[in-house]
């Protein structure tokens, strides 16, 4: 399907909004900054967006659709087929790999934590659209693979996504690695161990 010419337009507003949230922050973006980074009228914009927070939100669902599709789609994704033991460390690298080299994402983060104070729309927006998917979504995961013997899929699907955060925000987001360093490829394998330790005891043992 050809894209329209209006979600052409939103797709340049959005751009431009990146732009500005990223160079001055929230608080010190207008729409008209908006306007003249995506180049066009502030009109156009409020045509498209009735106002910044939900500019801001738009933005943030935008990021989360191209984030969950660089990664997997839904539950049907045929790259969750297989064996958990394979397809748990692969889909934890791909995760990984994906936040650890956007560069903007980093920078957008940096920019709501640092706003949140003053604007928690900005961190509940975030949670809505990237950190609820992304739990509801592992939690799926987990539950639907008994074999990981955990009691509680929601609660260890936390755990897993908590370690991939803290891991991002203290080596990357917070210029940690030179301080704390470890390899992702460390934390992924240790993460998985800890899901999988029954299941390795078992073929161990028979």
Known sequence: MTPSPASDKA???????MQAF???GYAGTSMDRVAAAAGVSKATVYSH???????????????????????FTDMDD??????PLVVFPAMGRTIMARMLVDSEH????????GESGRFPQLAKAC?????????????????AHPEFGVPDPEATARIVLGAMVFFVLSQKAMH??????MDEERMINATAFLLFRDQQTATTNT
Do not use: C, H, W
Not at 11 to 17: C, F, H, R
Not at 49 to 71: N, P, T, Y
Not at 176 to 181: D, K, N, R
């Open 11 to 17: 797709e340049q507003i959005l751009t431009g909004a």
């Open 78 to 83: 045929p790259r969750l087929e297989g064996d």
């Open 176 to 181: 940690g690695e030179e301080i704390i360093p």
């Open 127 to 143: 949670i809505q659209n990237l950190t609820k998917y992304s739990l509801e979504f592992l939690t799926q995961y987990i539950a």
């Open 106 to 113: 980093l920078d957008f983060m940096r920019m709501v934590i």
């Open 49 to 71: 967006f009735q106002d910044k927070e939900r500019l801001f939100q738009a933005l943030v669902r935008r990021m989360a659709k191209r984030k969950f599709s660089e990664v």
């Open 22 to 24: 990223l160079a001055q």
